[in-house]
């Protein structure tokens, strides 16, 4: 990974996910792309819908942009991180500002990008919400998605959590250069595996194969998003990794009841990617 874009606004949230994203970019010696995105204030057609457009717009004020650099900068420096103009190949901290709606905006700059990085939206429907859905739907890269209450360093301890799902499967490859960072690593199957993708024990060879020592963990199937959460907290995990569902059914809103989870109720910061 060499490019983590955030998107950045003046908020608590906001600087919680720029510590999470330079201490992992010091790690990965990735460039840190921060990001403001704000609505053209002579157009009413830059957001999905009127409630939208008037939901940013009531967060959006003409020092926005001003304080939203001014938090980066802090952040970026307090992390040792050089402010730099132009893309290069030594890591930096690159800033920019965009006119536009989120979903445009994220189509735009995140295809771009190795990683986002985004924090839970305290209520759905909101501004932050929009971010999140643009970020999973319309980036086509991994998003890391922070709970309101994100510890600074991740990916010491990793969960994945395995379906045997081709959404699962990329999730891990996006995220091998975390994986092959962490101190430990758990592959976490709810129930048995009777589904044609691979198996647990396939992914645990394959991973050997990069360098990576991984722990297989089985539970009954259950309740999944009760047992998920209760094998992160044995393994001490500090980042579970999972695959969503499609574009489709992301954009219909039809969420199962472990995505649902995940994307708006998971305690641990979580590392998905659409398919």
Request: net charge positive; hydrophobic share 40%; charged share 25%.
């Amino acid at each position: 990974m060499r490019v983590i874009l955030v998107p950045v606004a003046d908020r608590p949230e906001c600087a919680r996910a720029l510590q999470t994203a330079f201490e992992l970019g010091n790690r990965l010696e990735a460039c840190v792309s921060g990001c403001h995105m704000r609505p053209h204030r002579h157009s009413k057609t830059t957001m999905s819908s009127a409630f939208a457009d008037a939901a940013w717009r009531k967060k959006s004020t003409k020092r926005a942009p001003e304080a939203a650099n001014s938090l980066y900068r802090k952040v970026a420096e307090q992390n040792g991180y050089e402010l730099i103009r132009r893309a290069r190949v030594k890591p930096g901290a690159l800033w920019s500002e965009r006119v536009g709606s989120p979903e445009r905006l994220i189509g735009i700059v995140g295809p771009v990008s190795d990683l986002i990085v985004v924090s839970r939206p305290r209520e759905q429907g909101g501004v932050a919400d929009m971010f999140l859905n643009a970020a999973l739907l319309n980036s086509s890269r991994p998003v890391l998605i922070l709970p309101q209450a994100a510890r600074k360093k991740i990916g010491r301890s990793v969960c994945i959590g395995w379906n045997q799902s081709p959404g699962a499967a990329q999730a891990v490859a996006a995220a091998l250069p975390i994986l092959q960072q962490a101190s430990e690593v758990h592959i976490i199957s709810c129930g048995p595996e009777e589904k044609p993708g691979p198996k647990s024990q396939q992914l645990t060879a394959y991973l050997k194969h990069w360098g990576i020592d991984a722990e297989r963990v089985t539970t009954k199937g259950r309740n999944i998003e009760k047992e998920l959460m209760g094998a992160c907290k044995d393994a001490g995990a500090d980042l579970l990794l999972a695959g969503a569902y499609s574009r489709s059914r992301w954009r219909e809103k039809v969420f199962g009841g472990t995505t649902e989870f995940l994307v708006h109720k998971a305690h641990i910061p979580v590392l998905t990617l659409h398919t």
